[in-house]
């Protein structure tokens, strides 16, 4: 007796197919492995699918750190916040393209809006974008634009505290924190061109009543929510009824201030949204219904997730911050927690010196020397992207 043939199954292969079946898996692995370029930083030379890419800051102060302020909020900040330019000179290539941008946006609040300027705008436009071609090849020229020479020249201006052939998280940060300061004045200087209309250096909050009525709110970056003669009054340091350059950059981003005034501001703002009873300070449950979350965390390192909504946890905090206790948080106690509310180009400049140590800190030392930061030279030139489509980068910016 024959034992009865196996079951025919549909799957079923000849020896030759089931060959031909892995020849071709085999190819198609190959043509995988090959066409994925593989993320290690490049010694000595540019990557082959490596470009480094500009990014003009989005001009409007509306989607920049300050607008945060009267939301209280920071997850919105922290979308739409930027990386700071590592390299001075990429950041002035940056801003000059975002001068332009900013300036297509605000064409017809500076030219006025007579016949053809449509067209001009376009025009803007495609000079703007001509730019970002010229000045993108020109740092992606080896010849022209070289990393390692580049960051030799920076380095000594990095490691100043002290001067020791490393880098420590601090010293990045105090590099990062200027740099984006450096754009933030900038940004502000520039703002400051649709008020100051008499070109004298200070404004008045007239001037900013007039641009907004002027404008009918179309354009964004005017009519803030926060844009109120209260916020005004606090940017006005010296009291004179007028903001400078540097009053009107505390003016946009206000996070970032100094200014006692504003810091008072911010605080009284963050009590009054969460002041149900209107006593003008939070009691044990408004802080804890409110705020607890939004602190809890930021500064403690090693903070608890399981803390999140324990109550024997909350009290404790609320009553480290009740400094004269009162039963109540006010304003003033806020002060000490503020940066956990809004955060400011302090936390990102940390942050990012953080992420880039942790990048090219190959010895695990938590610091860096000059050869570790020019073997892992895209740590820093964060403005960096993958790609072989020459293409691709054109998108953002439709
Ligand atoms: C702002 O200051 C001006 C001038 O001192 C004053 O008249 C005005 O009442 C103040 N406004 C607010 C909201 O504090
Ligand atoms: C709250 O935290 C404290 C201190 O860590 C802990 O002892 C307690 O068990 C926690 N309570 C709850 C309900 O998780
Ligand atoms: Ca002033
Ligand atoms: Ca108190
Ligand atoms: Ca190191």
Redesign the pocket.
């Known amino acids: 007796m024959t034992p009865p043939p196996p079951p025919a199954t549909a799957g079923r292969k000849s020896p030759f197919s089931t060959l031909l079946l892995y020849v071709t898996f085999a190819l198609i692995i190959l043509l995988l492995l090959t066409s994925y370029s593989p993320r290690v930083p490049p010694r000595g030379g540019r990557g082959l699918h490596r470009r480094l890419k500009l990014h003009p800051r989005n001009p409007s102060p509306s989607s920049g750190a300050g607008a945060g302020a009267a939301t209280g909020g920071n997850g919105a900040q922290q979308q739409h916040h930027h990386a700071a330019p590592f390299d001075p000179e990429i950041a002035e290539l940056e801003r000059r393209l975002e001068d332009k941008e900013w300036e297509r946006e605000h064409y017809r609040i500076l030219h006025g809006d007579g016949e053809g300027n449509g067209g001009g705008a376009d025009e803007h436009m495609k000079e703007w974008e001509e730019f970002l071609r010229e000045d993108e090849d020109f740092i992606n020229d080896d010849e022209r634009f070289n990393l390692g020479d580049r960051i030799r020249a920076l380095f000594p201006k990095i490691d100043l505290a002290p001067q020791d052939g490393f880098v420590s998280v601090d010293e990045l940060t105090r590099w990062n924190l200027e740099q984006s300061r450096a754009d933030q004045l900038h940004r502000s200087a520039r703002e400051m061109e649709l008020y100051d209309k008499n070109g004298d250096g200070i404004v008045s909050y007239g001037d900013f009543q007039a641009q907004r009525d002027e404008s009918h709110g179309e354009v964004n970056s005017l009519g803030f929510p926060w844009w109120k003669?209260?916020h005004f009054?606090a940017s006005d340091a010296d009291g004179d009824?007028f903001l400078n350059k540097a009053e009107f950059n505390d003016f946009l981003n206000p996070s970032d201030s100094e200014n006692p005034k504003i810091i008072n501001l911010l605080c009284k703002q963050e009590i009054r949204q969460r002041d149900k009873d209107g006593d003008g300070k939070l009691n044990f449950d408004e802080y804890f219904h409110g705020l607890h979350d939004h602190i809890h965390g930021y500064d403690d390192e090693n903070a608890d997730i399981s803390h999140i909504g324990n109550i024997t946890v909350a009290k404790e905090r609320f009553s480290k911050l009740d400094k004269d206790s009162d039963g109540f948080v006010s304003e003033y106690e806020l002060e000490p927690v503020l940066d956990k509310l809004h955060l400011s180009e302090r936390y990102y400049a940390r942050q990012q010196a953080t992420h880039a140590i942790s990048e090219a800190d190959k010895d695990h030392d938590r610091r860096l020397t000059l050869e570790e930061m020019i073997e892992n030279p895209y740590a820093f030139y964060g403005s960096v992207f993958l790609s072989d489509d020459e293409d691709y980068f054109h998108d953002e910016f439709r």
């Open positions: 003669e209260e009054n009824g």
